[in-house]
């Protein structure tokens, strides 16, 4: 069993920036895929970035490439996520998702989740 808890979120003003960790517990996260997703209030859970257990491989939406960095440090059992150049639609509650295969985190039905961050860009 995989416990993730995130951190890292707050109140930021468009432009800025925050870095994400989402740590891992239970297991070592160095066999998982791991990514990131967010939802905004009334709406669905949105992926956001991708890394491949080795982290040879990164995957970003659209909307955030460019801004947005994921990266891993297995040594420590976390994820981060860099986030730059933050706008108020980036607004939203953001989770971090483990699975043994990326392609399910990539849509999003990935087998552990963590509880969320908050995340509030202000204009």
């Known amino acids: 069993q995989v416990q993730l808890v995130e951190s890292g979120g707050g109140l930021v003003q468009a432009g800025g920036s925050l870095r994400l960790s989402c740590a891992g517990s239970?297991?070592?996260?160095?066999?998982?895929?791991m990514g990131w997703f967010r939802q905004a209030p009334g709406q669905e859970r949105d992926f956001v970035a991708a890394i491949t257990w080795s982290g040879d491989a990164l995957y970003y939406a659209d909307s955030v490439k460019g801004r947005f960095t994921i990266s891993r440090d297995n040594a420590k059992n976390t994820v981060y996520l860099q986030m730059n150049s933050l706008k108020p639609e980036d607004t939203a509650v953001y989770y971090c998702?483990?699975?043994?295969?990326?392609?399910?985190?990539?849509?999003?039905?990935?087998?552990?989740w963590g509880q969320g961050t908050q995340v509030t860009v202000s204009s």
């Open positions: 998702a483990a699975d043994v295969m990326s392609s399910r985190i990539r849509r999003g039905t990935a087998v552990y």
């Open positions: 239970g297991h070592t996260l160095k066999t998982y895929a």
